[in-house]
């Protein structure tokens, strides 16, 4: 699966397309769901064999290139 860029995330704003999820790798993934007001940053991992999600913050407040710095932080 390709890599998010800026433009496209910006284009998926501007035609106001929502989304479960749309995955960068890395378990890094950007969610812009109806009740959202902005795109939030999501990181997949595992806890004790279970599946667990966590908000790295919103897209206004957190770039592509700091989140995919946090999700490599986060996996290590």
Do not use: C, H
């Amino acid at each position: 699966m390709p890599k998010l860029t800026d433009m496209q995330i910006r284009a998926w704003i501007k035609a106001g397309e929502r989304f479960e999820g749309r995955s960068d790798g890395n378990g890094l993934y950007l969610s812009y769901r109806e009740n959202y007001q902005t795109p939030v940053w999501r990181f997949r991992y595992k806890f004790a064999g279970k599946p667990r999600t966590m908000m790295i913050g919103s897209y206004a407040e957190l770039s592509l290139s700091k989140a995919r710095e946090t999700a490599k932080e986060l996996s290590a």
